[in-house]
């Protein structure tokens, strides 16, 4: 049974990698297309909880003429890239666990008996 789960857990992490990945990908496009049809206008951040009453940032903001209430600052329309990082690491963790990197390793770690090297010797 543990054969079975050593051989599905590594192929889930690369799933699970991949959906993060097309989810991401999916996510930059969007915003990209909806960076090129929506409009730019100059707005001020004003309900932002952290900062002092009564202050407020100027920035652009990116708003779709058929929907106006869709707005994004016009610095984040085509979304980020970090995700797409992000979802490489469970991809590569599930390779190495199911190319068997750990079982490799563990046979070349001593298991605490003394050994000796072909042709040393032994005093």
């Known amino acids: 049974m543990l ?3 050593s ?4 192929l889930l992490f690369v799933a699970f990698g991949m959906l993060i990945i097309l989810g991401s990908i999916k996510r930059v496009i969007g915003g990209k297309r909806f960076a090129g049809r929506a409009q730019r206008v100059p707005g001020v951040v004003s309900d932002v909880r952290t900062t002092f009453a009564g202050q407020g940032n100027a920035t652009e ?5 058929q929907d ?8 984040n329309a085509g979304g980020g ?5 992000f979802g490489l690491i469970p991809i590569v963790i599930g390779l190495v ?3 068997g990197i750990p079982q490799a390793l563990g ?6 008996r003394a050994t000796t090297r072909p042709g040393a010797r032994s005093s």
């Open 3 to 5: 054969e079975d789960l």
């Open 107 to 112: 046979a070349a770690i001593p298991s605490g």
């Open 68 to 75: 106006p209430t869709r707005t994004v600052p016009a610095d």
């Open 7 to 10: 051989t599905y857990v590594p």
């Open 81 to 85: 890239y970090g995700a797409i990082v």
């Open 97 to 99: 666990f199911f190319a």
């Open 61 to 65: 903001v990116l708003y779709d003429p």
